[in-house]
């Protein structure tokens, strides 16, 4: 803000600026990243909406949490490499499927060989 500006005349000037501006009650914020997510705690978030754009502004307590780097392999996808490569060994299986990233052609040529 402007600083010594009164708060209502700072209101009508961005009012005749076609500015709009709107409190949104929220009791966290996440931002989910590629590699981490910030999380925002107790936040203050406002609308701004200004000639058809939307803008965000948020404040709070922030902080980051690291995403789990392991991949997700469902019992189908164990199921489906055990049928193709006659191993019925489910950690070696869960293994060969995490050492291709969960790709299952990979784990299967894996197994094989």
């Given at each position: 803000?402007?600083?010594?500006?009164?708060?209502?005349?700072?209101?009508?000037?961005?009012?005749?600026?076609?500015?709009?501006?709107?409190?949104i009650?929220?009791?966290?914020?996440?931002?989910?990243?590629?590699?981490s997510?910030?999380?925002?705690?107790n936040?203050?978030?406002?609308?701004?909406?200004?000639?058809g754009?939307?803008?965000?502004?948020?404040?709070?307590?922030?902080?980051?949490?690291?995403?789990?780097?392991?991949?997700?392999?469902?019992?189908?996808?164990?199921?489906?490499?055990?049928?193709?490569?006659?191993?019925n060994?489910?950690?070696?299986?869960?293994?060969?499927?995490?050492?291709?990233?969960?790709?299952?052609?990979?784990?299967?040529?894996?197994?094989?060989?």
């Open positions: 803000m402007i600083p010594n500006m009164d708060p209502r005349a700072m209101k009508r000037m961005m009012e005749s600026m076609g500015m709009k501006n709107t409190e009650a929220a009791g966290r914020v996440v931002i989910e990243g590629k590699d997510d910030i999380v925002i705690d936040p203050n978030v406002v609308l701004i909406e200004m000639q754009n939307k803008i965000f502004q948020i404040t709070g307590s922030i902080s980051e949490k690291p995403k789990a780097s392991g991949t997700e392999i469902s019992d189908e996808d164990i199921k489906l490499v055990k049928e193709q490569t006659g191993i060994d489910d950690s070696a299986v869960r293994a060969a499927l995490e050492e291709s990233n969960g790709d299952i052609a990979g784990a299967i040529l894996k197994l094989k060989s």
